[in-house]
Structures are given as structure tokens and as C-alpha cells.
């Protein structure tokens, strides 16, 4: 094989050559623009046809973009006087076969060598255009390529190494903080199912805020943007962007929540308080007023009295009316003044419930005004009789149990309420755990589908929420984000099947460990109480750490009586036993240390014969 100079005139395409389908317009210019700036740097491969004529088996888009040189008068000097050709001999087949090596031995940069290129020229001094036209790529590539630069190496590598893809890799530019990444890149390298790109920007910017926030929706962008706010582009998501300015959204928020919390205060209300988010488990203990129908004026008074003497007039003559016509028309008059009746009144507080009770002014998810009236603090609330002291419940519950400590053993309200607390740890945790997910709602849907299972199940149509649990699950904020990526996703969808059916694998599967969750908390069939076998199965299946879902802080301890909390710091350090006199309030802060340092639970939480127990009491232990 020998290089020639052969005219470009004289340039044809071998039909052995196996790219058959035509090269775009702009794949032959970018071609034609390096060529013009660095020459030919490699040559075509072909064989002589005859006399007059070469057929390349390799290079067509090099001739193409050397014809368009030519055609505009573009071509370097150093080709004018021929194009240089690696001529070969031998047959059709030898020829095809070179065809097929020329273009398949052939490796192209991976975009992190890419972004290696642009970066060692970035450090010579030359800036994004500059690079781009270097390169012969567009400004947005090299951004893109740069933007590498914010991962930490170790993602890097691995991309390299093939662990994930380029999707993934990009997914991972959407934040600069290099713990983050490392720390979402072990949970995904160690998830029993491959995420979605989508999936891993959410794990990575939890925070962030995009156009579609219920934040943005309440100020309204066009208010954020002409304040001098502005939002940033994914650089590989031309249909996501990022807030640059939160703290100026945040405000602009708040100074319209103030403007509406003062019209409402105009109202009469003992107190008003604009919150961006109001939590609502903080509120538990606020009692709630509900408005009466009322009559609002005068006039829709008089009104009322007028058709309330109409109506039992209508009453009195109705018995001793004969004629049907005239009766037909006494029930149509009846049935107008009743329904107009109803129109004069509205839904209002009353000038007591006013002065108690209070307002939150605060968003919905949807981005608009909510009002949550009629709440009365816990301050405020009227003295009731006192309520039967715990002590004495736990004593006649430790006289029913053969002696059991009365205080290791909690009230039935908070035992129950400990037990909802964690299935929503298990729930989060089936969440995280594809396999077992499936082995659940399989086996679930399995014993719903035979009928001749032994046990009954039943279904709740009762959602979950209404039987939440007041002691925290440290993972409920992740829960929550993935429901709303899952709810935004599908909110959209008119056929749900038709939706799923575009989807990737990956996120069906995604999708179904996440309804999984969803099902073990609508069943009781799974229950601690209902089949314990079964639910210590899930617990060992799932390696569920309750120190993972709970913290026994003093919010915690909180719900403990002065008896159960001496208990439990007995039961962590004999020698911090606080003594009988001392007060609640300076007890939780030693108990709530005393857990932070051990990593104590009770055994509500970690044993599963522990239902109701803060630990195992002396007389069991003992027997």
C-alpha cells in the first residue's frame, strides 16, 4: 500500500464502502472547517479503479467536505495539487474488508478525554468561544465538557471503568459539592437497581429550586426576574434550570406573605403568622375552630325572617288544600323559598372564635395562598378536667401483666403511635430495596389472587396519612421528595398504561419499589401484630436499622412520662439515673444526650417482641 496524489476530480466512492447512508450537511462542515485549519490529517483509503478514476472504501465524508472546500474556494494550498490516497490492491471482498476495519478500528475520545482536551486548553488562557472554534464544536459542548470539572475524581473513574453511563455522568453536574456526589454515588452504586438520570439529580439538588417550585408559582417569575433574579439552564437539560437566587426569592416570598397576613389581621384575629412552609405535625396540639353558617347583615336577616313566616304559612294552608293545581304550585314556592334561604347564609367565624384562635398564612404545593383558620394554641385553649395521670394507667396495666416495672412499660396511645412510626421506617426502607419490594407486593398480589390463603387480607382505603404517627421518621423528607418527583411525572399522563408503556425499564422498576413502600403501610397483613412471623422476616430481608429511620432526641422524649424517662436512662447508664424530684423539662435534655451518644432506641423500636416496651422489664429479664 503506497500514498499517491490523485485529483480530486478523479475521486469516487467504492460501493464496497459500507457507509451507505448519506452524510449530514453539517457533519461535512465541521469536517470542512478542520480541514481547512489543519490540513488532511488522514488520508482516504482506496484502490485505482481505472485510468481515470479512484474508489475510496474509506473516506467518503473526507471527499465530500474536500469537494465543498473546493466548490468555495477553500481548499489549503497543500491539497491543491492532489488529495493523498493510501492506495491497496486486491479483490471486492479484501476491499469490503478494509472498508469494515478502516471505520471500525477506530476508538473516539469518551467525553471525559473530551473534556481533559478543552480543560489543558482552558489553562493556556483561551476562553469558551475560542476553545469551541479550535475544536470545531459548538460553545455549548465545551460548557458542557467543562462542566466535568465540578466532579469529583472518583466519578470520573468510575465512568471510565463503565459502571455507568453518560447520562448518569452528566446527571452528576447538577451540583459542585463534591460530598454530595460521593455521597449519592455510593447509594447508587449500592441500589439493587440501576437510576434513572432523573432520579439522581433529585438525590443530588434536594433543595433546589426550579420554575416549577410552589415558590416561584406564588411570587410569580416575571416579579423574581425583574427584582434581578435569574435562573440558570442544565447544561444537558434544556428543559430544566436552577434558581441562582434564592435568598431573593425567599424574601419576595415573605414580603407577600406579610402583605397578606396584615389584610388579614384587619380581620380581628388573635394572632396571624405568615410561614413559607408550615409543618404541620408542629401543630398537632393546636385545637381548630370550624365557621358556623351565619347571616351576614341585616338584610339577609330580614330576608330570612320574611321566608321563615312565608314557609309556615305555606305549612298551615298546605293540610286544607284540595285543588292540585294549587298544591303543585304551594310545593314549587316551598322548595324556591328553601333554596333561596340557604343562599343568604354564609360559612363565618364568630367574634369569640376570632379573639381565641389564629391564622397561618402560608403556601400549598400548587404555589398558592393557603389559609389555615380558626387554630387555637396550646396557650389558649380553655382549661378542661384533668386527665387521668399515666402513672396510675401504667400500674393497673403492670397489675394485669404478672408484676411487670410499670416504667418500662408505655401507655397504649404512645405504644401505638411508636408502632406507626415504624412502619413508616419500614415503609422508607422497603423504598431503598428493590428485591424485597418485589418479593412483597408479589407475594401480596399472590395472596390476594388465591382465595384459599389461610389468612384474610384486607386492604385499607384509608390513606396512610390520616393515621400518621407524631414521633418523626428522619427519612420522611425523602419519602416525601420522591413522592412528589413520581406525582409531577405522572400528573400529566391521560392513559397511565400508555404513559408506563414509554417509559424505561429502570424507572417502571424504580416506580414499582416505590408503590411497594406503599402497599406494606395499606395492608395489615404484614403488620407486627397481625402476622409477626412474616414481619420479622421483612425486617431481616430489608437489614432494617430503626437507628437509620429514628432519633431519640427530646422532642422524642417528650412523649414520655418523668417515670419512663428515668427508665430509660437507667437502662443506658445506671449511673445517670436522674432523681425522683427533678423536673421533666431538665430531665429530656440528659435523656435526649444520654441516646445521642449511645444510639439508644427503645425496644418498641429495635425487638420485635418489644410492642410497647422501652426495654425488657427487670421481672422478664429475671423469668
Same mark, same amino acid.
Given at each position: 500500500?503506497?500514498?499517491?496524489?490523485?485529483?480530486?476530480?478523479?475521486?469516487?466512492?467504492?460501493?464496497?464502502?459500507?457507509?451507505?447512508?448519506?452524510?449530514?450537511?453539517?457533519?461535512?462542515?465541521?469536517?470542512?472547517?478542520?480541514?481547512?485549519?489543519?490540513?488532511?490529517?488522514?488520508?482516504?483509503?482506496?484502490?485505482?479503479?481505472?485510468?481515470?478514476?479512484?474508489?475510496?472504501?474509506?473516506?467518503?465524508?473526507?471527499?465530500?467536505?474536500?469537494?465543498?472546500?473546493?466548490?468555495?474556494?477553500?481548499?489549503?494550498?497543500?491539497?491543491?495539487?492532489?488529495?493523498?490516497?493510501n492506495?491497496?490492491?486486491?479483490?471486492?471482498?479484501?476491499?469490503?474488508?478494509?472498508?469494515?476495519?478502516?471505520?471500525?478500528?477506530?476508538?473516539?475520545?469518551?467525553?471525559?478525554?473530551?473534556?481533559r482536551?478543552?480543560?489543558?486548553?482552558?489553562?493556556q488562557?483561551?476562553?469558551?468561544?475560542?476553545?469551541?472554534?479550535?475544536?470545531?464544536?459548538?460553545?455549548?459542548?465545551?460548557?458542557?465538557?467543562?462542566?466535568?470539572?465540578?466532579?469529583?475524581?472518583?466519578?470520573?473513574?468510575?465512568?471510565?471503568?463503565?459502571r455507568?453511563?453518560?447520562?448518569? #455522568?452528566? /446527571?452528576?453536574? @447538577?451540583?459542585?459539592?463534591? +460530598?454530595?456526589?460521593? !455521597?449519592? *454515588?455510593?447509594?447508587?452504586?449500592?441500589? %439493587?437497581?440501576?437510576?434513572?438520570p432523573?432520579?439522581?439529580?433529585?438525590?443530588?439538588?434536594?433543595?433546589v429550586?426550579?420554575?416549577?417550585?410552589?415558590?416561584?408559582?406564588?411570587?410569580?417569575?416575571?416579579?423574581?426576574?425583574?427584582?434581578g433574579?435569574?435562573?440558570?439552564?442544565?447544561?444537558?437539560?434544556?428543559?430544566?434550570?436552577y434558581?441562582?437566587?434564592?435568598?431573593?426569592?425567599?424574601?419576595?416570598?415573605?414580603?407577600?406573605?406579610?402583605?397578606?397576613a396584615?389584610?388579614?389581621?384587619?380581620?380581628?384575629w388573635?394572632?396571624?403568622?405568615?410561614?413559607?412552609?408550615?409543618?404541620?405535625?408542629?401543630?398537632?396540639?393546636?385545637?381548630?375552630?370550624?365557621?358556623?353558617?351565619?347571616?351576614?347583615?341585616?338584610?339577609?336577616?330580614?330576608?330570612?325572617?320574611?321566608?321563615?313566616?312565608? #314557609?309556615? /304559612?305555606?305549612? @298551615?294552608?298546605?293540610?286544607? +288544600?284540595?285543588?292540585? !293545581?294549587? *298544591?303543585?304550585?304551594?310545593?314549587a314556592? %316551598?322548595?324556591?323559598?328553601?333554596?333561596?334561604?340557604?343562599?343568604?347564609?354564609?360559612?363565618?367565624?364568630?367574634?369569640?372564635?376570632?379573639?381565641?384562635?389564629g391564622?397561618?398564612?402560608?403556601?400549598?404545593?400548587?404555589?398558592?395562598?393557603?389559609?389555615?383558620?380558626?387554630?387555637?394554641?396550646?396557650?389558649?385553649?380553655?382549661?378542661?378536667?384533668e386527665?387521668?395521670?399515666?402513672?396510675?394507667?401504667?400500674?393497673?396495666?403492670?397489675?394485669?401483666?404478672?408484676?411487670?416495672?410499670?416504667?418500662?412499660?408505655?401507655?397504649?396511645?404512645?405504644?401505638?403511635?411508636?408502632?406507626?412510626?415504624?412502619?413508616?421506617?419500614?415503609?422508607?426502607a422497603?423504598?431503598?430495596?428493590?428485591?424485597?419490594?418485589?418479593?412483597?407486593?408479589?407475594?401480596?398480589?399472590?395472596?390476594?389472587?388465591?382465595?384459599?390463603?389461610r389468612?384474610t387480607?384486607?386492604?385499607?382505603?384509608?390513606?396512610?396519612?390520616?393515621?400518621?404517627?407524631?414521633?418523626?421518621?428522619?427519612?420522611?423528607?425523602?419519602?416525601?421528595?420522591?413522592?412528589?418527583?413520581?406525582?409531577?411525572?405522572?400528573?400529566?399522563?391521560?392513559?397511565?398504561?400508555?404513559?408506563?408503556?414509554?417509559?424505561?425499564?429502570?424507572?417502571?422498576?424504580?416506580?414499582h419499589?416505590?408503590?411497594?413502600?406503599?402497599?406494606?403501610v395499606?395492608?395489615?397483613?404484614?403488620?407486627?401484630?397481625?402476622?409477626?412471623?412474616?414481619?420479622?422476616?421483612?425486617?431481616?430481608?430489608l437489614?432494617?436499622?430503626?437507628?437509620?429511620?429514628?432519633?431519640?432526641?427530646?422532642?422524642?422524649?417528650?412523649?414520655?412520662?418523668?417515670?419512663?424517662?428515668?427508665?430509660?436512662?437507667?437502662?443506658?447508664?445506671?449511673?445517670?439515673?436522674?432523681?425522683?424530684?427533678a423536673?421533666?423539662?431538665?430531665?429530656?435534655?440528659?435523656?435526649?444526650?444520654l441516646?445521642?451518644?449511645?444510639?439508644?432506641?427503645?425496644?418498641?423500636?429495635?425487638?420485635?417482641?418489644?410492642?410497647?416496651?422501652?426495654?425488657?422489664?427487670?421481672?422478664?429479664?429475671?423469668a
Open positions: 500500500m503506497s500514498v499517491t496524489l490523485v485529483p480530486l476530480k478523479q475521486l469516487v466512492v467504492c460501493q464496497s464502502n459500507i457507509r451507505s447512508r448519506p452524510y449530514t450537511p453539517e457533519s461535512v462542515a465541521a469536517l470542512a472547517a478542520s480541514i481547512e485549519k489543519r490540513g488532511l490529517l488522514q488520508a482516504p483509503l482506496g484502490y485505482r479503479k481505472s485510468k481515470k478514476q479512484v474508489a475510496l472504501v474509506g473516506g467518503g465524508r473526507r471527499r465530500a467536505a474536500l469537494i465543498l472546500l473546493d466548490k468555495e474556494g477553500r481548499m489549503p494550498d497543500s491539497l491543491k495539487s492532489g488529495i493523498p490516497v492506495l491497496r490492491e486486491g479483490s471486492q471482498a479484501e476491499h469490503l474488508a478494509a472498508s469494515y476495519d478502516e471505520n471500525m478500528e477506530r476508538v473516539d475520545l469518551s467525553p471525559v478525554e473530551q473534556f482536551a478543552f480543560q489543558r486548553l482552558r489553562d488562557g483561551l476562553g469558551v468561544e475560542a476553545i469551541a472554534i479550535e475544536m470545531n464544536v459548538t460553545p455549548r459542548m465545551v460548557r458542557q465538557r467543562l462542566s466535568l470539572s465540578a466532579l469529583h475524581h472518583n466519578i470520573l473513574d468510575a465512568f471510565e471503568e463503565g455507568f453511563g453518560i447520562d448518569i #455522568l452528566q /446527571a452528576f453536574t @447538577a451540583t459542585s459539592n463534591t +460530598e454530595r456526589q460521593l !455521597e449519592v *454515588l455510593d447509594e447508587m452504586l449500592n441500589a %439493587y437497581y440501576k437510576w434513572s432523573h432520579q439522581l439529580r433529585r438525590e443530588l439538588v434536594r433543595d429550586i426550579t420554575p416549577s417550585h410552589r415558590l416561584v408559582k406564588f411570587v410569580g417569575r416575571e416579579v423574581y426576574e425583574s427584582a433574579g435569574s435562573f440558570t439552564e442544565d447544561l444537558f437539560d434544556e428543559s430544566q434550570s434558581c441562582d437566587n434564592p435568598d431573593l426569592l425567599t424574601g419576595l416570598v415573605q414580603a407577600k406573605l406579610d402583605e397578606h396584615a389584610e388579614i389581621a384587619e380581620e380581628g388573635k394572632w396571624v403568622t405568615p410561614v413559607r412552609t408550615l409543618v404541620y405535625s408542629e401543630i398537632r396540639e393546636y385545637h381548630r375552630h370550624y365557621p358556623e353558617n351565619r347571616l351576614p347583615d341585616e338584610v339577609a336577616e330580614k330576608r330570612d325572617a320574611e321566608i321563615t313566616a312565608r #314557609l309556615e /304559612a305555606i305549612e @298551615a294552608r298546605y293540610p286544607c +288544600e284540595t285543588d292540585g !293545581e294549587a *298544591l303543585a304550585k304551594l310545593e314556592e %316551598y322548595e324556591a323559598l328553601e333554596n333561596e334561604r340557604e343562599t343568604l347564609t354564609v360559612e363565618a367565624f364568630s367574634d369569640e372564635q376570632i379573639a381565641q384562635s391564622v397561618f398564612v402560608t403556601i400549598n404545593q400548587a404555589g398558592e395562598l393557603l389559609l389555615e383558620r380558626g387554630l387555637v394554641r396550646p396557650e389558649d385553649q380553655p382549661a378542661g378536667p386527665a387521668p395521670s399515666p402513672a396510675s394507667t401504667d400500674s393497673e396495666e403492670a397489675s394485669r401483666n404478672d408484676g411487670q416495672n410499670k416504667a418500662y412499660r408505655l401507655s397504649n396511645r404512645l405504644a401505638e403511635d411508636i408502632d406507626r412510626a415504624l412502619q413508616a421506617g419500614i415503609q422508607h422497603i423504598m431503598d430495596d428493590q428485591k424485597t419490594a418485589f418479593l412483597l407486593s408479589t407475594a401480596h398480589l399472590a395472596k390476594i389472587t388465591f382465595h384459599h390463603s389468612r387480607i384486607t386492604i385499607s382505603s384509608e390513606s396512610p396519612g390520616n393515621n400518621a404517627s407524631t414521633i418523626e421518621v428522619i427519612t420522611s423528607r425523602k419519602a416525601s421528595d420522591q413522592y412528589d418527583a413520581w406525582s409531577d411525572r405522572l400528573k400529566n399522563a391521560e392513559c397511565l398504561l400508555e404513559e408506563l408503556s414509554s417509559w424505561p425499564e429502570d424507572d417502571i422498576q424504580a416506580l419499589t416505590f408503590c411497594a413502600a406503599h402497599l406494606y395499606r395492608s395489615t397483613c404484614w403488620g407486627r401484630n397481625n402476622n409477626p412471623e412474616s414481619h420479622q422476616t421483612l425486617r431481616t430481608l437489614g432494617f436499622k430503626p437507628e437509620n429511620h429514628f432519633s431519640a432526641d427530646a422532642a422524642f422524649f417528650g412523649h414520655f412520662t418523668k417515670g419512663q424517662i428515668a427508665a430509660a436512662c437507667g437502662v443506658m447508664d445506671s449511673t445517670m439515673t436522674p432523681a425522683s424530684n423536673k421533666k423539662s431538665d430531665m429530656i435534655p440528659v435523656a435526649a444526650k441516646a445521642a451518644k449511645s444510639g439508644w432506641l427503645p425496644s418498641a423500636f429495635t425487638d420485635e417482641t418489644g410492642y410497647g416496651l422501652i426495654a425488657p422489664t427487670p421481672a422478664l429479664e429475671e
